[in-house]
């Protein structure tokens, strides 16, 4: 826990000490009263220190939020879904290509970790990099484990960019 409190406290610091990080975290937790695209605009003249071309955009970075913002078709919202996507795959290619899985779990409360196998991995379905690995159940901190989905799935992606 107090490493946590460090970590963090080392992330205000650096945050404070530069002006534009300053801005790009103050525009992560308002962003939402923005419109699309002048939060992209924003955050874009943040990030790249240069301004967005939407009307021709011509790098790898440009494109990508011209389709942020005018290509947003349905599917995408499937594709982007760690769980919805294995009907789409199953459907499309066929469930021999999926990874077994253990189960879903709406709240960290509902995880039977009792019946859980000796090794799994634990990914929450809206984010990036939100993964824990277990390689040996005997040695594996649940309390620990708890914590970070806990907090993880309290965070709402779409506030962040």
Known sequence: MLKN???FLLKI??????PRLLLCFLLCRFGSMFP????LFL?????????????????????LQWLKLYDRRPEYTIYADKYAVREHIANTIGEEYLIPLLGVWDKVEDIPWNKLPNQFVLKCNHGSAM???C??????????AKIKLKKWLGQNHYYYG
């Open 5 to 7: 409190i460090r970590v």
């Open 13 to 18: 610091k650096k945050i404070i000490l530069n």
């Open 36 to 39: 699309d695209k002048h939060y």
């Open 43 to 63: 955050m874009y003249l943040l990030r790249m220190n240069k301004l967005l071309n939407l009307k021709s955009p011509k790098t790898f970075n440009e494109k």
């Open 131 to 133: 993964n824990i690995i």
């Open 135 to 144: 390689t040996d159940k005997s040695k594996f901190d649940i309390d620990e």
